[in-house]
């Protein structure tokens, strides 16, 4: 029986796991605006014949 | 059927989806209103963003008002007050784009680096329409980043007061939001800890007693004092003063259950109440958060400065320079050009000034002034640029002046609602019956547990859970049915308001009368090529009447005029195409006796013909009638209008009192209107839309801007009105009476269940298993029957 402190102990930190994971999501600003990204997700990624962009350029900051 | 097809699809601008004037502009095949719109295709499929107009038809917007000067973003310190942050390489600025309404928008924005390679990045925010924008200082500049934006057609609204919605709003919320998911992850696992403590434990089970107890315990204490200290602070604030609200009872209910469980967990007597604790604290704040949570982002505290603009161009020397609006001063000589608002009280030093002011004072027609003549602050120049010098400061022009009225220093009262007045009998009463009930112990039996037990079971089971979430839920509903009916209250606590009001006061322009649809209308017989003629004779002429006319007529001019004539106040005359074409009063017109309705009316005479006359007819806003005489018939009407009274006679039906009609008001007389019928005890409701109003909204009990675009300029209010809904406003009232119904009978529900718990109670019987199964079946109870409640009135009130 003594498994359940053991059990109970596991079940309580996973738990704290996903309230802070919880907290970084909001901290992170990911709870601020939940329209826009439901509508950016559709649109399709431009097809680019000449060259590929600088990656610098789309992965900034 | 194909052929219908093109036809149709021909008769609008692949931009902005406006009909086709009769010269349109084509480009690509494609055919535009205008040149704006052409232009803005133009940019858009040269730099490959064709796909624009593949995610929505017509997603532009028309883009025939334009010509703005954004040198004043070149000055560091103008620039300085709008960005968020700016290091030597980067700047990041946000934006407020009234324009965003479709996912074409976004994608164009987002797409913003492709049109000026300097931005680094652009996101957009959809439903508070607006772009944070990061940009290389080295590459690019505030001004050519804004003016990018205008060249596509999204131009952004900078004004001096923050319509960049601030960030701390945001942080209270995200607080709460911790604190709700705090509280339910100790809920969560309490709940879980005390399934065996319901159930029963065997006795070799026992020696987990004390540790679900203590692992308990350690979860309510981030439950009390974190997700909880806000009820004690407010309480503790509100005793302070002398009030008794509701977090009183509820701070009282939180003490006194940990208090006890701590007790009982530490003598190892019993496994306390730390399930029901967890589980009120977590309900509790659900509801705070129902009743702060917004469905939309629209500003309500908006003054003349998001108005009017930032910066204003000076002349110095015959140099122009931007300068910011707070170091204007008198004697600058200011250059205001066409379609820009003059920000203080200035004399017309040189050009043409034609001034719209229909948003300062009410009335509907373009004003021209005369050189020299004073032009006060707030109206729009609808010709040329002009040189004005200024005379007063901002702060202290005549419609500013206004802002420095007491009603905008004190903080408006705040609204009194049904929960604050019940909650003081309630506190009061469950004192009583906790003392009752510890003292009749006491004198019994003189049993002092049980005495204690007793005191603190009735605080605890008479938690007025239900009670304080009874308010925030029903009035949730009804303001998501209210903003889905174009409704958008500042706050819950407005529809409490609303269902006590008593009295009506209307402003006319704007706010009774459609915008849009004023204009002429011809009485009697005119064929299309007298039209003609009367277009092409009153294109010569400045007067706003003449304007008005050939805006209604639309058509572009074809016959030059000869032997023009303009009488000022008086008429035109002229001949075109060999035809004899007289325009204006009566009297000019030479023809006796006409029973014409109004002054503003124009007359027509073709070739010495009689044709008929022009009115200038105020249409009123979709279901006015229909609406006073709902209204009227339990609450006061009243009419304060900052116009002359020639439409006096025609309102007379619709506010019977005329008395109750009140012209040619000042922004300081409106308040004062206002005021006066406070004091005699009358709880108001104003509906106006101008800056002119914007005193009385103030005053008022309840101010509603009424606008035709909510993303519009509107004045401090405590709702906003979309014109499109104005004809549903007795529903609305009736909806909130409802719902205040709704509360009342809920705080009945919860009261049964307060009075189920105290039998327990009183006697000192209240279990913890009892006390965590009542608490949550109210509280659900209530959530149930006030959102299911609010939605079926809503429904028989046509709301839904």
Redesign the interface.
């Known amino acids: 029986m003594n498994m359940i402190y053991f059990l109970i102990g596991c079940s309580i930190l996973l738990a704290l796991i996903f309230l802070a994971a919880f907290f970084w999501a909001s901290k992170t600003g990911q709870h601020d605006d939940t329209y826009t990204p439901s509508v950016r997700i559709l649109f399709d990624d431009d097809i680019i014949e000449e060259k590929m962009p600088d990656k610098t350029d789309e992965d900034h900051i | 059927m194909l052929q219908q097809k093109t036809l149709k699809t021909k008769t609008y601008c692949y931009h902005c989806g406006d009909d086709l004037p009769q010269n349109l502009y084509f480009y690509d095949d494609k055919q535009f209103c205008c040149l704006g719109c052409k232009g803005v295709y133009q940019i858009l499929s040269d730099h ?1 963003l064709d ?1 624009y107009y593949a ?1 929505n038809d017509i997603p532009g917007q028309s883009q025939k008002v334009q010509s703005k000067h954004f040198e004043y973003l070149d000055e560091p310190e103008i620039a300085a007050k709008l960005v968020d942050y700016k290091d030597e390489k ?1 700047t990041t600025i946000t934006l407020y784009i009234p324009a965003i309404h479709c ?1 074409s928008c ?2 164009l924005l ?1 797409n913003l ?1 492709k049109i000026n390679s300097g931005v ?2 652009s ?6 329409k607006q772009v944070a924008i ?1 940009f290389k200082n080295e590459q690019t500049s505030l001004r050519s980043v804004v003016e990018t934006l205008v060249s596509v057609g999204y131009e952004p609204l900078i004004s001096s007061q923050d319509v960049v919605k601030k960030q701390q709003a ?1 942080f209270s919320e ?1 607080s709460l ?2 604190k709700i ?2 509280a339910g ?1 100790c809920f ?2 309490v709940m ?2 005390s399934f065996p403590e319901y159930f029963g434990l065997s006795d ?2 026992q ?2 007693k004390s ?1 679900f107890g203590w ?1 308990n315990l350690a979860f309510a204490i981030p439950v009390v004092f974190y997700c909880g200290k806000d009820y004690f602070s407010s309480a503790y604030q509100n005793l302070k003063k002398g009030v008794l609200n509701l977090d009183f009872p509820l701070a009282l209910g939180i003490a006194v259950m940990f208090i006890r469980s701590l007790v009982e967990i530490i003598s190892n007597s019993g496994a306390g109440f730390v399930d029901t604790l967890c589980g009120l604290v977590f309900f509790l704040l659900i509801g705070k958060w129902m009743q702060q949570h917004t469905y939309h982002h629209l500003s309500f505290e908006r003054d003349y400065r998001s108005y009017f603009p930032v910066a204003v161009t000076l002349i110095n020397d015959g140099k122009e320079k931007p300068v910011p609006l707070n170091e204007l001063s008198i004697g600058n000589r200011m250059l205001i050009r066409s379609n820009e608002i003059i920000p203080a009280d200035a004399i017309l030093l040189k050009g043409e000034a034609e001034i719209d002011f229909s948003f300062v004072t009410g009335e509907s027609l373009p004003v021209k002034k005369t050189l020299g003549e004073v032009v006060y602050a707030g109206g729009r120049q609808l010709l040329g640029a002009i040189e004005l010098e200024v005379v007063k400061p901002v702060s202290q022009s005549y419609l500013t002046r206004l802002w420095n009225n007491e009603a905008f220093f004190a903080d408006k009262n705040r609204i009194k609602t049904f929960s604050d007045t019940a909650s003081k009998y309630f506190s009061i009463f469950l004192l009583l019956i906790a003392i009752g009930s510890a003292a009749f112990w006491m004198l019994y039996d003189g049993n002092i547990t049980k005495a204690i037990a007793a005191f603190t079971a009735v605080l605890i089971i008479a938690c007025p859970c239900a009670l304080a979430l009874s308010t925030p839920f029903t009035l949730a509903a009804v303001l998501s049915i209210f903003d889905k009916n174009k409704f958008y209250l500042k706050s819950t606590a407005v529809v409490e308001e609303l269902a006590r009001i008593d009295t009506f006061v209307f402003d006319k322009t704007g706010t009774i009368t459609n915008p849009e649809a004023a204009g002429f209308k011809f009485e009697g017989n005119i064929t299309e090529e007298e039209k003609q003629l009367l277009s092409d004779l009153a294109r010569n002429s400045g007067h706003p009447l003449s304007r008005e006319l050939v805006k209604l007529l639309n058509i572009s001019k074809v016959h030059p005029v000869d032997e023009y004539v303009e009488k000022i106040g008086r008429g035109i005359s002229g001949r075109i195409n060999g035809n004899e074409v007289k325009l204006g009063s009566s009297a000019f017109i030479g023809l006796p006796l006409i029973n014409s309705p109004m002054n503003s009316s124009v007359h027509v005479m073709i070739n010495n013909q009689y044709l008929g006359y022009f009115t200038f007819q105020q249409q009123w806003r979709e279901g006015f009638k229909d609406l006073t005489f709902k209204l009227s018939k339990q609450a006061d009407l009243h009419l304060l209008s900052g116009d002359q009274d020639h439409d006096k006679q025609i309102l007379i039906p619709f506010f019977p009192r005329a008395q109750q009609m009140q012209f040619a008001q000042t922004p300081q007389n409106k308040l004062d209107y206002i005021r006066n019928l406070q004091n005699s005890g009358k709880k108001v409701l104003m509906f106006g839309d101008g800056l002119n109003d914007a005193g009385a909204l103030r005053q008022s009990n309840l101010g509603v801007a009424v606008t035709d675009n909510i993303n519009n300029f509107s004045p401090d209010c405590d709702a906003i009105l979309d014109g499109a809904a104005f004809h549903k406003i007795p529903q609305f009232i009736q909806q909130a009476k409802d719902a205040v119904k709704v509360i009342h009978i809920s705080f009945v529900i919860s009261l049964i269940y307060n009075t189920l718990g105290l039998y327990f109670a009183v006697q000192g019987l209240l279990s913890p298993l009892i006390a965590a199964i009542l608490m949550p079946i109210s509280t659900v109870t209530i959530i149930l029957f006030t959102s299911i409640a609010a939605r079926l009135y809503a429904r028989k009130n046509k709301l839904l």
């Not at chain 2, 996101?123 to 508070?128: H, N, S, T, V, Y």
């Open positions: 490959n796909s995610y980067i996912s976004l994608w987002e680096h680094a990045q996101r957009i925010d959809f439903l508070k990061t945001d995200r939001v911790a998911a705090v992850f969560g696992n879980l800890l070799l089970e020696q987990f540790f692992l």
